[in-house]
């Protein structure tokens, strides 16, 4: 027994949650069990709760930036837990990965520039290129059978064709991968990062599931590979998908290269943003100093979510496929063997499992047949949810 208890159950209904709140506003009944958004049903970290209390009984909320102390906490952490070596300087503070990725994409390609994603990929990215009217260029990740199942691996000669063929100026790298949980091997982040290199596109990496990564897999920060690396990226990080922070708004992005930076920082401030959250600093800034223990057990208990779903589905859904994660909390289920339509699967799902997951499909065509769902849950519940899965796969 851990100094942590992941097994209690909180009640996060009431709390304005997405996660459990707003069914009903949604299309769903409110009976489902809850599976889908990236966050987690487990308490942060005491000192994380400790050092926002005390800095909310201070009782002055007035504009503050981060000094010294803070950005020595996260280049710290960067170089010990990532082994990317960073300066102060190099630091741009945002609300959100996502509103980092999009100041990137105004910032740095004009009206009618190509972006790549490799879908399967989280939706935003989609969204951040489609609502910045950029044209959006996908190459898709290959599906590679292995032992059964499948595994994604990157295209090369298609991800080479399609920067050449339509002229492609940034590339949002998703790092670990979500939904297809893939930790890109340092061999993958090179031959993507040449090919950038090679036509001059900028690499947006999206890292913020870096440190959930499963045993016998090692995450790289795609600008810690080499210098002509980092000269060419911008990387989103974040404490608040690790500490389960999301509704504290903080994020910590690397912008090595003076005029990429200045860019950026230009296209933020030109879209009103200024100094950040106070309290998702002083979250950051425990997270990094005293959440280690808590985030190792977190991984265990992960681990232990992971094993479970792996046993019950080959003991029970023998037609569904667990797409082995090598990293993040998100579990990408195959049934396509059940050759459903991607209605059908969501109607069996919704109001036959009762379960709200995240359909494939919203993550690309290539998704239709796939579900993802979220173990950053207590066991039971987890538990639960795949015994209803069970009674509706039955065959
Ligand atoms: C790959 C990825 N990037 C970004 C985010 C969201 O980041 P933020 O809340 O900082 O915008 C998520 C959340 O699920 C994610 O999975």
Same mark, same amino acid.
């Given at each position: 027994?851990?100094?942590?208890n992941f097994d209690r159950?909180?009640?996060?209904?009431?709390?304005?949650?997405?996660?459990?709140?707003?069914?009903k506003?949604?299309?769903?009944?409110?009976?489902?069990l809850s599976?889908w958004v990236?966050?987690?049903d +487990?308490?942060?970290?005491?000192?994380?709760?400790?050092a926002?209390?005390?800095r #909310?009984k201070?009782?002055?909320?007035g504009y503050?930036m981060?000094?010294?102390?803070y950005?020595d906490t996260?280049?710290s952490?960067m170089e010990?837990?990532?082994?990317?070596?960073?300066?102060?300087?190099?630091?741009?503070n @945002?609300?959100g990965?996502v509103? #980092?990725?999009?100041?990137a994409?105004r910032?740095? @390609?004009k009206?009618?520039?190509?972006?790549?994603?490799q879908?399967?990929?989280?939706?935003?990215?989609?969204k &951040?290129?489609?609502?910045?009217?950029?044209?959006?260029i996908?190459?898709?990740l290959?599906e590679v059978?292995s032992?059964g199942?499948?595994?994604y691996?990157?295209?090369?000669?298609?991800?080479?064709e399609k920067?050449r063929?339509h002229?492609?100026?940034?590339?949002i790298l *998703?790092?670990?991968?979500?939904?297809?949980g893939?930790?890109?091997t340092?061999?993958e982040?090179?031959? &993507?990062g040449d090919i *950038?290199?090679?036509?001059?596109?900028?690499?947006?990496?999206d890292?913020?599931? +870096?440190?959930?990564?499963?045993?016998?897999?090692?995450?790289?920060c795609?600008? !810690?590979? !080499?210098?002509e690396?980092?000269?060419? @990226?911008?990387?989103c @990080?974040s404490?608040t998908k690790? +500490?389960?922070?999301?509704?504290?708004?903080?994020?910590n992005?690397i912008?090595?290269?003076?005029?990429?930076?200045?860019?950026?920082n230009?296209?933020?401030k !030109?879209?009103g943003y200024d100094e950040?959250?106070?309290?998702?600093m002083? #979250?950051?800034?425990a997270?990094?100093e005293?959440?280690?223990?808590w985030?190792?057990?977190?991984n265990?208990?992960?681990?232990?979510?992971?094993n479970f779903v792996r046993?019950f589905?080959?003991e029970?859904?023998?037609?569904?496929s667990?797409?082995?994660p090598e990293?993040t909390?998100l579990?990408w289920l195959?049934?396509? #063997?059940?050759?459903?339509?991607?209605?059908e699967?969501?109607e069996k799902?919704v109001k036959?499992a009762?379960?709200?997951?995240?359909?494939?499909?919203?993550?690309?065509?290539?998704?239709?047949?796939?579900?993802r769902?979220n173990?950053?849950t207590?066991?039971?519940?987890?538990?639960k949810?795949?015994n209803q899965?069970?009674?509706l796969?039955?065959?």
């Open positions: 027994m851990g100094k942590y159950w909180i009640e996060r209904a009431g709390t304005n949650c997405v996660k459990y709140d707003f069914a506003e949604w299309g769903y009944s409110g009976e489902e599976l990236a966050d987690m +487990f308490e942060t970290v005491p000192e994380i709760t400790d926002l209390v005390e #909310a201070h009782g002055i909320y503050s981060p000094k010294e102390n950005w996260v280049i952490f010990k837990e990532h082994n990317y070596k960073t300066k102060k300087e190099w630091y741009v @945002t609300p990965v509103f #980092a990725i999009a100041m994409i910032a740095l @390609t009206d009618g520039d190509s972006v790549l994603i879908r399967p990929v989280y939706h935003p990215f989609t &951040m290129v489609e609502k910045n009217n950029r044209r959006l996908n190459s898709p290959k059978k032992q199942s499948i595994h691996e990157i295209d090369l000669a298609d991800f080479e920067i063929l002229n492609v100026k940034l590339f *998703c790092n670990p991968h979500n939904p297809v893939r930790v890109w340092k061999d982040l090179i031959a &993507m *950038c290199r090679k036509y001059g596109v900028v690499v947006v990496s890292e913020i599931h +870096f440190d959930f990564i499963y045993p016998g897999f090692v995450h790289t795609f600008a !810690s590979i !080499s210098k690396f980092s000269d060419m @990226t911008i990387t @990080t404490p690790t +500490f389960n922070l999301a509704g504290l708004q903080v994020s992005v912008i090595e290269n003076n005029e990429l930076r200045e860019k950026v230009e296209e933020i !030109s879209n950040p959250n106070i309290f998702g002083v #979250a950051c800034k997270a990094y005293f959440g280690k223990p985030l190792e057990e977190l265990e208990y992960l681990l232990g979510n992971l046993e589905v080959k029970h859904l023998p037609k569904v667990l797409i082995e990293g909390y579990l195959d049934f396509r #063997a059940y050759q459903l339509s991607k209605e699967l969501e799902i036959e009762k379960l709200w997951l995240n359909s494939g499909s919203m993550f690309g065509e290539e998704g239709e047949g796939f579900e769902i173990i950053a207590p066991r039971a519940y987890l538990e949810a795949m899965l069970k009674l796969f039955l065959n």
